[in-house]
């Protein structure tokens, strides 16, 4: 049975539309809350995050009525990092934790993601439990007058993740010397990251911390890397640091102003955890990585599999094959040994750990030279364009093209009304001539 509401990684879509409303977002609330507390395995307890977006204000609201109705008490601690929700919803001893975030969309957009008291992503099994108690009527659901959960607001929430997430590290590890730049992208890690470096004694160039509720992901952050890529050169930093909405994807930049991808820190990581003995099984990928990196790790006798597109489905591919690391090219990177979900920041610390005895980033992030690939996002009103049989020929044509000289990847979107055409060839003529093959009969 397909999900009704829930796609690749929570619920997302344009605010005020037919499930990112109020209305909607206190059924989510309401039955997330009332599933939840049918475990009884915890106190009844909820908390909730947001990244910056003005849709949160009407929205917030609304999840926590919810939840209330369901009797679950509710803690709120405004903009935090995906994965600092994450980890203070096991260190609370929480029964769920819902980030209300779009990610790296645009702020016309808004959705949740939802996380059980281990600090994990929901399972599909349990995402279709939560839409079946959606539907239902709502006074079947409501709780009593006396049972109704208590709302309060928490103020520590900054300050108690990157207590977590300097746990991680020895005490003696600091970033005296270091010039670092960091473009929060107007989103949900505008205070964490600056203050986590600095508190280690970096000297900080913070961008994109001023959120105005509509400037998220706006020219900046993580799908916008030229804007580190040239402050790094403006201040002659030693590394950028380049986060999306929600803070749990990171891009990096070099000292020499070179872009480094998701593909690529894997990479860095996995070899330094490999000689440090740190890695564990190999490493998960997903459909979209790239195929130098694959490459790569067979030549380095690295264990590397491919996931679907979506830092869940990494996860549950790590667990299942016990790895401790695993990633997407987008920069969705989950560090199994520390984290149960992608964290730019997590991922920063660790790279930074990697680089304290003055190597330079250039050189620990040059491991493989990438495979030229051509990616191409379609809008579309109907995702489902993608079964017809006239689309199939066409990727079935282009991929017999391509045979022995690459691949072709073609995809829904899992957050956006768009199919993701993607394809990897050395051959870039012949790669630029099959994607253009399925463009052209998508639109």
């Given at each position: ?7 690749t ?16 977002f206190f059924k ?22 947001k990244?910056t ?8 609201p609304?999840?926590v009525s ?6 679950m008490?509710v803690?709120?601690?405004g ?9 203070l ?14 990610s790296h ?8 993601k ?10 599909d ?30 103020e ?6 990157i ?5 991680n ?9 270091l ?9 949900a ?25 509509l ?25 950028g640091i ?46 979209m990585?790239n ?9 380095e006798?690295?264990?590397?599999i ?6 869940r489905y990494v ?5 299942k094959?016990?790895f401790?690391?695993?990633?997407e090219q987008?920069?969705?990177?989950i560090?199994g040994?520390?984290a149960?979900t992608?964290d730019?920041?997590?991922?920063a610390l ?11 980033a250039?050189?620990f992030?040059?491991?493989?030279i990438?495979?030229?690939q051509?990616?191409?996002?379609i ?6 364009i993608?079964n017809?049989?006239?689309i199939k ?13 690459g691949?072709?990847?073609?995809r ?13 060839s ?8 099959c ?9």
């Amino acid at each position: 049975m397909t999900k009704k509401y829930f796609g690749t990684d929570g619920i997302r879509g344009p605010i005020n539309s037919e499930n990112i409303n109020g209305n909607m977002f206190f059924k989510f609330g309401l039955a997330s809350g009332t599933y939840f507390k049918s475990q009884k395995k915890r106190k009844q307890t909820a908390i909730i995050a947001k990244d910056t977006r003005l849709s949160g204000y009407t929205l917030e609201p609304a999840l926590v009525s919810g939840l209330a109705s369901a009797g679950m008490h509710v803690y709120t601690l405004g903009p935090l990092p995906t994965n600092g929700l994450a980890m203070l919803t096991k260190a609370m001893k929480a029964n769920l934790g819902i980030m209300i975030t779009a990610s790296h969309n645009p702020h016309n957009d808004n959705g949740l993601k939802l996380f059980g008291p281990d600090g994990m992503k929901l399972s599909d099994k349990i995402e279709k439990k939560i839409e079946s108690l959606i539907d239902k009527k709502i006074t079947k659901n409501l709780s009593k007058p006396e049972k109704l959960g208590r709302v309060k607001r928490l103020e520590t929430g900054t300050k108690d993740y990157i207590k977590i997430l300097k746990k991680n590290f020895t005490k003696e590890f600091n970033l005296r010397g270091l010039r670092i730049v960091i473009d929060c992208a107007n989103g949900a890690g505008y205070k964490a990251g600056p203050e986590l470096l600095r508190s280690l004694g970096a000297k900080v160039i913070p961008i994109g911390v001023s959120p105005n509720g509509l400037n998220i992901n706006k020219d900046c952050g993580s799908t916008f890397p030229q804007k580190i890529r040239s402050a790094v050169k403006k201040y002659k930093a030693h590394i950028g640091i380049s986060l999306d909405g929600d803070a749990d994807r990171i891009i990096m930049c070099d000292e020499r102003s070179n872009i480094i991808d998701g593909d690529q820190i894997i990479a860095a990581l996995a070899t330094r955890w490999k000689n440090k003995k740190m890695l564990k099984g190999g490493v998960v990928g997903t459909l979209m990585s790239n195929y130098g990196l694959e490459k790569y790790f067979k030549k380095e006798g690295i264990k590397f599999i491919r996931a679907n597109v979506g830092d869940r489905y990494v996860k549950e591919k790590m667990q299942k094959n016990k790895f401790n690391l695993g990633g997407e090219q987008s920069g969705h990177i989950i560090l199994g040994k520390f984290a149960t979900t992608g964290d730019g920041l997590l991922v920063a610390l660790e790279s930074l750990f990697a680089l304290r005895k003055g190597k330079k980033a250039s050189d620990f992030f040059d491991k493989f030279i990438k495979t030229p690939q051509l990616l191409k996002n379609i809008e579309v009103k109907d995702k489902n364009i993608i079964n017809r049989s006239t689309i199939k020929d066409s990727i079935k044509f282009a991929s017999k093209l391509m045979k022995g000289r690459g691949r072709i990847l073609v995809r829904k979107s899992g957050t956006e009304s768009k199919i993701r055409v993607m394809g990897e060839s050395d051959d870039e003529a012949l790669l630029s001539k099959c994607i253009n093959i399925i463009v052209k009969k998508i639109k």
